[in-house]
């Protein structure tokens, strides 16, 4: 499970041209960019192919909530 999910826009006046996030995994910190399309681009060393769809998944869900969901 990934722990201390973080998210940043990357550009201010609420254009959507993707987030930065970043989290914590297996005592290894992640970062990357989430684009609107849903494309995840890794800024750090991907996770591995066994966790990676798994984290994506997550990652995928988290930004819903959090950007989707949770302006409402």
Known sequence: MLQHFQIQSLYKENKLPGWLFSFYFGQQKFKGIY?????????????DGVHLSVLEKQIHDLMIYHIYDHQR
Do not use: A, L, T, V
């Open 35 to 47: 684009h609107p399309d849903g494309n995840i681009e890794w800024q750090s060393k991907s996770p």
